[in-house]
T-cell receptor
Framework: DVKVTQSSRYLVKRTGEKVFLECVQD?????MFWYRQDPGLGLRLIYF???????EKGDIPEGYSVSREKKERFSLILESASTNQTSMYLC?????????????FGEGSRLTVL | AQSVTQLDSQVPVFEEAPVELRCNYS??????LFWYVQYPNQGLQLLLK??????LVKGINGFEAEFNKSQTSFHLRKPSVHISDTAEYFC?????????????FGRGTSLIVHP
């Protein structure tokens, strides 16, 4: 089975700190995504990547950046965390063949910014 | 751009009753449609999907959904729910974008099953 692993389930950071959220998938998927999940707002796409060193902005990229140096790893970076970035962050991946369009999710990283 | 509307933010239901979670989408081109489920403190997992072919799609845990192109709907149904079905349900649409499928999610429907 596909496994998407997010490095931290729970994080507490202070305003202004730099935050790294790591995501690793083991199925050689080309596409990887970072979503933010907030009550009543569903999942909102922050960034996605369809190849190593490639990145595309999603719907809410402000305040975030990403890095994809290896195919299996996709990192989300908050350069200077703010309280309005307190949220659940979900990483997902999908391939371009086989189970087309189906996303495989990690368990999420719940970030609290104080 | 495509959009997805889940018409109910919360659906309370008694155990063993039938349930329907509604999803409408807007798109001018062919789409792929998905329902995902999220149990508390977990990531999302796929319930079922429609890519092409039969408009009635069966998924895991006894759920099914029907694709209606004329009404641009993809409603999720289960004839008899269990307490364990209490979860958040997300409808999603995928469109091709530069060779990849970029999914758009609805805001979610919280299914609450009461004993």
């Amino acid at each position: 089975d596909v496994k998407v692993t997010q490095s931290s389930r729970y994080l507490v950071k202070r305003t202004g700190e730099k935050v790294f959220l790591e995501c690793v998938q083991d199925m050689d998927h080309e596409n990887m995504f970072w979503y933010r999940q907030d009550p009543g707002l569903g999942l909102r796409l922050i960034y996605f990547s369809y190849d190593v060193k490639m990145k595309e902005k999603g719907d809410i990229p402000e305040g975030y950046s990403v890095s994809r140096e290896k195919k299996e790893r996709f990192s989300l970076i908050l350069e200077s965390a703010s309280t309005n970035q307190t949220s659940m962050y979900l990483c997902a991946s999908t391939g371009t063949s086989g189970r087309v369009g189906e996303l495989f999710f990690g368990e999420g990283s719940r970030l609290t910014v104080l | 751009a495509q959009s997805v509307t889940q018409l109910d933010s919360q659906v309370p239901v008694f155990e063993e009753a039938p349930v329907e979670l509604r999803c409408n989408y807007s798109s001018s081109v062919s789409v792929y449609l998905f329902w995902y489920v999220q149990y508390p403190n977990q990531g999302l997992q796929l319930l079922l999907k429609y890519l092409s072919g039969s408009t009635l799609v069966k998924g895991i845990n006894g759920f099914e959904a029907e694709f209606n192109k004329s009404q641009t709907s993809f409603h999720l149904r289960k004839p008899s729910v269990h307490i364990s079905d209490t979860a958040e349900y997300f409808c999603a649409v995928s469109l091709p974008s530069g060779g990849s499928y970029i999914p758009t999610f609805g805001r979610g429907t919280s299914l609450i099953v009461h004993p």
